[in-house]
């Protein structure tokens, strides 16, 4: 019987070397599908033509070229899958810029510029910058407000949609008109070495939203942007953040949760090794009134802020509309979150604001070796609580407002 077993690995092995062997990739470059490259003409179309093949070939790897020395311009556009091959590797060496108006994004369905969807080991790979020409969209005023179905919700750059095991890394993007990069639905990915750039003042373009997406990692990236930095939202769990350099900014948010009265969970997130420079917030817990669910097993860890205007924040009154904005008897419930190692300077006195809900509250908060000093002279920091439970030790502003 042993014998048999073992003869049967020898063979598994054999025959996965033989696979390996067999391996092939095949390269599609968009050059020969007609694209032209000029920044001016609609390469759209010679995109999809190429994905088509791509998505089609059965090698193990499959390659989308997007040469170097070229901009794209590419109307909006969402790249389907599934695919045959194992691995989409598109490899991004040019350059892509958006529309210059917005009737040309008419048909922009996931109110995404470009699109993946449905792509199980999709690679994006490269130097290539892609600009979003976003500040057409940031004037606008109906500005955060958007209704569906109007021209005025700004479209996010890239989404990633029900995408599994992909990574992406080395690319740049500026001026967005929403968010840079958005992820919905999608699972084990990598992303890494990548820049995200927008003025601080540009309306809603977040650098990467996260939602409903679970074991994501985000590693040494530069984010300076005009909203949040990273923010994890409903969904959410196992999420890494690691080597994150942010600002300007909104910093590093979860949330918001809770909207509309909804039940949102969020677990299992981890930010470590994140300098934020100048953010108007550093990290943040944002729930709002009503709903349920839970955000839990959160940890900050070797956190450095170069005045940061609000560095420590839970808010469970977060309200972008105080007009309409009323408190409820449910809430989010937010427990194990813990700051450790984390250091730096304050634009406001208020430096770690733990503001919970009255009914619900936050447990289990644990703060050590927390350390925020203020960055305006004559100012004094201060940390203020309310419903909050947990411990802390070695930590200044001194947090005696937590309860047991
Ligand atoms: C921390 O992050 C920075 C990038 O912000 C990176 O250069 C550095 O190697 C990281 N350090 C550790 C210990 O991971
Ligand atoms: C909700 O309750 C909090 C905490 O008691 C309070 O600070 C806030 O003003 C209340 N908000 C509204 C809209 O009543």
Not at 66 to 80: C, H, W
Not at 152 to 164: E, K
Not at 198 to 204: F, I, K, L, R, V
């Amino acid at each position: 019987m042993f014998h048999t077993m073992e003869c049967f690995f020898k063979l598994l092995v054999i025959m996965s070397m033989l696979k390996l062997g067999l391996s092939i990739t095949t390269t599609f470059n968009v050059l020969h599908y007609g694209a032209v490259g000029d920044g001016k003409t609609n390469d759209s179309p010679a995109f999809l033509k190429a994905w088509k093949d791509v998505c089609q070939s059965k090698s193990t790897t499959s390659h989308l070229i997007i040469p170097a020395a070229k901009t794209f311009l590419l109307r909006p556009i969402t790249f389907s899958g599934p695919c045959k091959s194992n691995y989409i590797y598109i490899e991004l060496s040019g350059n892509i810029v958006a529309p210059q108006t917005k009737s040309e994004y008419s048909g922009s369905h996931l109110n995404t510029w470009i699109g993946f969807s449905f792509i199980n080991g999709l690679i994006i790979n490269g130097k290539g910058t892609i600009d979003g020409r976003g500040s057409m969209w940031w004037k606008q005023p109906c500005i955060g407000n958007p209704s569906p179905g109007t021209t005025c919700r700004p479209p996010t750059a890239i989404t990633l949609n029900r995408c599994y095991r992909f990574q992406i890394k080395g690319y740049k993007s500026i001026n967005p008109a929403r968010s840079h990069l958005t992820l919905t639905s999608c699972k084990k990915g990598i992303i890494s070495n990548i820049r995200l750039i927008a003025p601080g003042e540009s309306p809603n373009t977040d650098g990467i939203d996260i939602s409903s997406s679970r074991d994501i990692q985000v590693l040494n990236s530069f984010i300076g942007t005009g909203d949040d930095c990273i923010a994890i939202s409903a969904g959410s769990s196992v999420i890494k953040i690691t080597g994150i350099t942010c600002g300007p900014g909104h910093g590093i948010s979860i949330g918001s949760l809770g909207a509309r009265g909804e039940s949102d969970i969020v677990e299992d997130v981890h930010v470590k090794n994140c300098t934020l420079t100048e953010t108007l917030t550093g990290v943040r817990i944002k729930t709002k009134q009503g709903g349920g669910g839970f955000a839990r097993r959160i940890t900050f860890e070797n956190i450095r802020f170069i005045r940061a205007h609000n560095p420590i924040m839970i808010d469970q009154f977060y309200c972008v509309n105080q007009m309409v904005c009323k408190n409820e008897t449910k809430a989010i419930k937010i427990s194990d979150v813990t700051y450790r190692g984390i250091s730096g300077t304050s634009l406001t006195d208020k430096a770690i604001n733990l503001n919970c809900d009255q009914n619900v509250g936050c447990s289990n908060l644990v703060f050590d070796r927390v350390y925020v000093r203020s960055a305006v002279p004559k100012m004094k920091v201060f940390s203020f609580c309310h419903n909050a439970h947990g411990r802390a030790s070695h930590t200044k502003p001194i947090l005696n407002c937590l309860l047991k």
